[in-house]
């Protein structure tokens, strides 16, 4: 878990988001010719939306996936709908997928909670990434994480499973107080970027990427997209 740089805003958003979010790879396919988008006739200032969000990432125009090609030819503002985006995590995999309106956009190498038992996140302090499905609630920079993608975590399942665990007694009490559920949860660059080229997880619980990718998501997935953290 991640120290955020301003006090977050509580959100009202907490509810589970269920979307056909397309097929899940857990291996990121290659960039293919197959899926080249050209605009040889067309001058910046008759691009649409998503050619233009499209070219701020600065994406080799001759060589894109499915969901980049898509972008591009998006003409109207949907490509800024959180319901057009969709994030899967594969922990096990060390791995975040993106799609765009269910084609596959990018991926992009992870690291996660530095517990060696890698299971769903349980209390504040077990070092543990949460699975499930979350949305990102709000966006900001940090100057020690680059961008911050703060998520809903605790969700609503996070709560119940929590308040099963505290009626069965087995939440941890340290030093006479009883653990939290915590907070603060996200996705986030990182300052320790050789960890994350040799898939160390070392994170206090959020999801870390490389700091060009984090700078990617920033820029494409709006407030409101739906993340589903798988094992």
Partial sequence: MAAAAATPKISPIDHVLVVSPGPVLPNAPAPSTDHQFHLDHQSPEFWGPGRRLLASLGLPPSHLTEGEALLGQTEDQSC???????????????????????????SFPAVFGRNPDHSAKKWEGDLRTPEGNYLIVEKYYNPRWRWFLRLNYPNYSDRQRYETMMGEGLVPVVHGHRRALGGSIGIHGTDRPRFNRLR????????????????ELERILPVGTLVIIKP
Avoid at 207 to 214: C, T
């Fill in 80 to 106: 800024y709908d959180p319901m057009s985006w969709t994030v899967i995590v594969h922990k096990s995999a060390y791995l975040l997928d993106v799609y765009y309106k269910g084609k596959h956009f990018d």
């Fill in 200 to 215: 160390i997880n070392w994170t206090l619980g959020c999801i870390s990427v490389q700091n060009d990718a984090i700078d």
